[in-house]
């Protein structure tokens, strides 16, 4: 079984950066499609970045923010700089065995593995 629990949530400051991280247990990191989602209050789930099993980060990743695995560690991070206001949001990552097409990364149908999420709050 497949299980994921995220971390590095809290409060920051407009404009610093914050890493979150992804520990996955039941299966390597390596293995498996990986993706990162938030959702804010009253809003729907949205995508922000995805990750294949290998040839690197070929999803559409936003601009101020980065998807990687360590592998050492059987993690995925998601670095998040230059922070706003509208990024607040509870963060969950998702992840699959399978080999979906880059297309295919933004959509939460893609992923049967999903994390509790974790709260970033960005305020002054």
């Known amino acids: 079984q497949v299980q994921l629990v995220e971390s590095g949530g809290g409060w920051v400051q407009p404009g610093n950066s914050l890493t979150l991280s992804c520990a996955a247990s039941?299966?390597?990191?390596?293995?498996?499609?990986v993706a990162w989602f938030r959702q804010a209050p009253g809003k729907e789930r949205e995508f922000v970045a995805g990750l294949k099993k290998t040839g690197g980060p070929t999803s559409s990743v936003r601009g101020r923010f980065t998807i990687s695995r360590d592998k050492a560690k059987n993690i995925v991070n998601l670095r998040m700089s230059n922070l706003e206001a509208e990024d607040t949001a509870v963060y969950y990552c998702?992840?699959?065995?399978?080999?979906?097409?880059?297309?295919?990364?933004?959509?939460?149908?893609?992923?049967?593995?999903w994390g509790q999420g974790t709260q970033v709050t960005v305020s002054s």
């Open positions: 998702a992840a699959d065995t399978g080999n979906p097409i880059t297309s295919s990364l933004s959509l939460a149908s893609t992923y049967e593995h």
């Open positions: 039941g299966r390597t990191i390596s293995t498996l499609a």
